[in-house]
């Protein structure tokens, strides 16, 4: 499966410069492939083909567009195996995780597919003119992707799939930790009937001239973008030149509250879910804890439990339910974000030491008694650390859950659906688990609020991001 070239046109090819990049293998330190590294001629190539396939894929019947998209769920769908082996090999996470993500990733061909064919529009008359009033969507034009490692085909076809129903060509810029995963994706794409030009793939080392680039050419209309709040950042501002249409998926600090009238059984399964699913590598990661004090004790030990019972190593081998940090520099980090914690007074209930010898491992942590002041209660920590403190009051819990920048996700447990969902509407997030870990779902509109992002992927929304509302006012 493995692709190591840029691919252009429907072509493999070396990038111009002739300059490659090492992606290794989390788990074992190992180079496993040389990749192409594009740069500014490679780019160009890649526009020109994304403007000549423009036309044709447009003008297709949604009908067409469709089939197209449900054969791509039906390859990827028929190789998830071959898929996962390949996310854990660049990615590390364990083959449940990858399992887990190349049929998450599968599924939206499936649903923009049928959203395809469902791009409504209006006709309706004019209160006080007279007139019609005519709306329709249209594609926007070549859509720039940048994507993160943590999800090497999930993040990818979160926005190629509603790229391509709503009638836009795409070039995507993998991670350059992670880029096999979207390269392998390409010969399925041609299988499905995907045109040459349509989709366009550059992995590069110089990720920021090569997207400046991009977004500085006039045929470019859409950048969507998912990573971290200050790259996001960064592309808004480049975006501004040409007023470029943005969705921006960026970073989460999400807290999980369990009140007192939680089922505990399903709070400790839920939180394991949502810190622990990709091993916490996940925007929407369950990041700080707030568990009320009348159910602190039970709480922490069946979770404790449930975390020290999880298995460590190479992705690959069978039974191991936790891979490896995707690099040095993240488990630095996560380590680095333990020690703090503990300097200014939590208690470590479980983990918190970086294991001797190769791979970037970091085992399930416990935080108890996380003080407000420490790093990772701001920070997204990003790996294996469950940070808990506790409150007693509602309102208390409120505000301190909505005391970050951020906005992605928010976690509550409670079985008095009066007060959850009480709680749910005061939370500032774009997303709230109630009574579940796992809040991604193709079907649904994913994304956040404040510095969480802008826009929304999958649902029926995912697919109005790559297309301009225009409206016609006529007489008859
Ligand atoms: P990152 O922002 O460092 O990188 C993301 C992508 O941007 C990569 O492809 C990278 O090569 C590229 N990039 C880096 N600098 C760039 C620049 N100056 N110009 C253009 N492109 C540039 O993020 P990451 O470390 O790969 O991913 C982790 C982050 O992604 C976390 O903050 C996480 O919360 C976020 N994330 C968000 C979502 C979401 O849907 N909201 C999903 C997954 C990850």
């Known amino acids: 499966m493995q692709h190591t070239n840029l691919y252009i046109d429907g072509q493999w090819c070396e990038a111009a410069t002739g300059e490659r990049f090492d992606v290794l293998n989390p788990a074992t330190e190992e180079v496993i492939a040389s990749v192409a590294s594009a740069d500014i001629a490679d780019a160009d190539a890649a526009l020109d083909a994304a403007q000549a396939a423009f036309g044709s894929w447009a003008a297709k019947k949604p009908r067409e567009r469709s089939e197209i998209l449900r054969k791509a769920w039906e390859l990827m769908t028929a190789r998830l195996d071959e898929f996962a082996r390949l996310i854990t090999l660049e990615n590390g996470k364990a083959r449940a995780d990858a399992i887990g993500e190349a049929t998450y990733a599968a599924e939206f061909f499936r649903w923009f597919a049928e959203e395809a064919v469902r791009a409504d529009g209006l006709i309706t008359h004019a209160p006080a003119s007279g007139a019609r009033i005519v709306v329709q969507h249209k594609p926007a034009g070549i859509a720039v992707l940048v994507t993160p490692w943590n999800y090497p085909a999930a993040m990818g076809t979160r926005k190629i799939a509603p790229a391509l129903a709503a009638g836009c060509p795409v070039i995507i810029k993998p991670a350059s930790e992670t880029p096999l995963t979207m390269l392998a994706l390409m010969p399925l794409l041609e299988e499905a009937g995907v045109p040459k030009g349509l989709v366009n793939v550059l992995p590069s080392r110089s990720s920021g001239k090569l997207v400046d680039h991009m977004l500085h050419d006039p045929r470019v209309r859409v950048v969507s973008f998912t990573g971290s709040t200050e790259v996001g950042r960064k592309l808004l501002h480049s975006a501004a030149d040409q007023v470029l249409k943005p969705a921006m998926e960026l970073g989460g600090n999400a807290p999980l509250i369990v009140f007192e009238d939680a089922d505990i059984d399903k709070a400790v399964a839920g939180a394991m879910l949502a810190k622990m699913r990709n091993l916490g590598e996940a925007c929407t990661a369950a990041n700080r804890f707030y568990i009320h004090k009348d159910v602190l004790a039970p709480f922490t030990e069946k979770f404790t439990a ?77 790996g294996p650390v469950a940070a808990l403190q506790s409150f007693t009051d509602q309102d208390d819990v409120i505000r301190r859950a909505n005391a970050t920048e951020y906005g992605l996700v928010a976690y509550v447990f409670s079985e008095n659906m009066k007060r959850a969902l009480q709680v749910c509407e005061r939370l500032e997030y774009g997303m709230v688990g109630l009574n579940r870990g796992l809040v991604s779902d193709p079907a649904a509109p994913f994304g956040g609020v404040k510095q969480s992002g802008l826009g929304r992927e999958g649902g029926h929304e995912g697919m109005l991001e790559f297309m301009e509302t225009q409206y016609i006012s006529a007489e008859w």
């Not at 449930?306 to 891979?323: C, H, I, R, W």
């Open 306 to 382: 449930a975390m020290a019972a999880l298995k460590v190593g190479n992705g690959l081998e069978d039974g191991v339910d936790v891979g490896p940090l995707v690099n040095a520099s993240t488990r630095d980090k996560v380590a680095a974000l333990v020690e703090d914690a503990v300097a200014k007074g939590a208690t470590i209930e479980l983990g918190g030491m970086v294991p001797e010898g190769t791979g970037f491992f970091y085992p399930p942590t416990v935080l108890s008694n996380v003080p407000e002041s420490a790093d990772c209660v701001d920070e997204e920590i990003f």
